[in-house]
């Protein structure tokens, strides 16, 4: 089993930025992708940006730029940082982990965006 412990999650001006931070503990054989999703109220979950155990890369194409994905593989952490935040980037964030070819989900944090 996997435990994920989100943080760094809050409330923001437009253009302000946030680091999110998820940290995986628990049984872990290998961490092949970490990522991040995001739900907004009355929308599907969807994809903000993914990284693999290799450092390659995937992300939303509108979070390109703005957003960017990294990992430490030491920690077993991945991180999201969030820049020139518009209030449509509100949302809860999920961190995801595939491990053993099994998925995990955090429990989510809020980020609010809002003057």
């Known amino acids: 089993q996997v435990q994920l412990v989100e943080s760094g999650g809050g409330l923001v001006q437009p253009g302000g930025s946030l680091r999110l931070s998820c940290a995986a503990s628990?049984?872990?054989?290998?961490?092949?992708?970490m990522a991040w999703y995001r739900q907004a109220p009355g929308k599907q979950r969807e994809l903000v940006a993914a990284?693999?155990?290799?450092?390659?890369?995937n992300y939303a194409d509108s979070r390109k730029g703005r957003f960017t994905i990294s990992r430490d593989n030491a920690k077993n952490t991945v991180y999201l940082q969030m820049n020139s935040l518009k209030p449509e980037d509100t949302a809860v964030y999920y961190c995801?982990?595939?491990?053993?070819?099994?998925?995990?989900w955090g429990q989510g944090t809020q980020v609010t965006v809002s003057s």
């Open positions: 990284m693999a155990s290799d450092g390659r890369t």
């Open positions: 995801y982990v595939r491990s053993s070819n099994t998925d995990y």
């Open positions: 628990g049984t872990i054989f290998a961490l092949s992708v």
